[in-house]
């Protein structure tokens, strides 16, 4: 158990949907990064954020949008869904601002676009 | 930009053989370099990690690995691997500048052991 919680951890929805998936980080990390997983893309950074506050910028769609809170918990936002986003959507999270590199990953969401 | 290359896609052993799963990067500068495990199901998890110092290092389940700057490799080794060792490695670099880079993964490596 890595202490990155994800949830839901499998979400089936349509096409045009929009979803929101959720991330608490370890106790104590204030970063926390989302990363997109699918077969034909590999592990692909979507974005970081570190204290609240947008720290890097990865291939991350216009569609998608994520937040990190004053919990630091984070959601990453995903609308006007299509079949190629279908992945695995992980979280990840770092104490300070992941310079260092080592991160802890959550289980994942996975996501069903039908 | 860093980029990762791992060559081999994907790997088929049998118990007891070694491994050696390649990894190179592109980027001048100074790095972090990392192996990441992912057995199915589960999360990413860290296998070992490269700061600085000695080349080689030595992470979880026996595996190592080593850092060779010149060919800009951080090739994964383990003398004799189990069919539990199966699972997607997946090697990573960050800059190691401080200009909020990202950990930059390869495209995986996936290891079957038959028994």
């Known amino acids: 158990d890595s202490g990155v919680t994800q949830t839901p951890k499998h979400l089936i929805t349509a096409t045009g949907q929009r979803v929101t998936l959720r991330c608490s980080p370890r106790?104590?990390?204030?970063?926390v990064y989302w990363y997109q997983q699918s077969l034909d893309q590999g592990l692909q950074f979507l974005i970081q954020y570190y204290n609240g506050e947008e720290r890097a910028k990865g291939n991350i769609l216009e569609r998608f949008s994520a937040q990190q809170f004053p919990d630091l918990h984070s959601e990453l936002n995903l609308s006007s869904l299509e079949l190629g986003d279908s992945a695995l959507y992980f979280c990840?999270?770092?104490?300070?601002?992941?310079?260092?590199?080592?991160?802890?990953f959550g289980e994942g969401s996975r996501l069903t676009v039908l | 930009a860093q980029s990762v290359s791992q060559h081999n896609h994907h790997v088929i052993l049998s118990e007891a053989a070694s491994l050696e799963l390649g990894c190179n990067y592109s980027?001048?500068?100074?790095?972090?370099l990392f192996w990441y495990v992912q057995y199915p199901g589960q999360h990413l998890q860290l296998l070992l990690k490269?700061?600085?110092?000695?080349?080689l290092v030595k992470g979880i389940k026996g595996f190592e690995a080593e850092f060779i700057k010149s060919k800009f490799s951080f090739n994964l080794r383990k003398p004799s691997v189990q069919w539990s060792d199966t699972a997607e490695y997946f090697c990573?670099?960050?800059?190691?500048?401080?200009?909020?880079?990202?950990?930059?993964f390869g495209g995986g490596t996936r290891l079957m052991v038959k028994p």
């Open positions: 990573a670099v960050i800059a190691n500048n401080n200009a909020g880079n990202m950990l930059t």
């Open positions: 990840a999270s770092s104490p300070m601002g992941g310079a260092s590199g080592e991160l802890f």
């Open positions: 490269y700061f600085s110092g000695d080349p």
């Open positions: 106790s104590g990390d204030l970063s």
């Open positions: 980027y001048g500068g100074t790095v972090n």
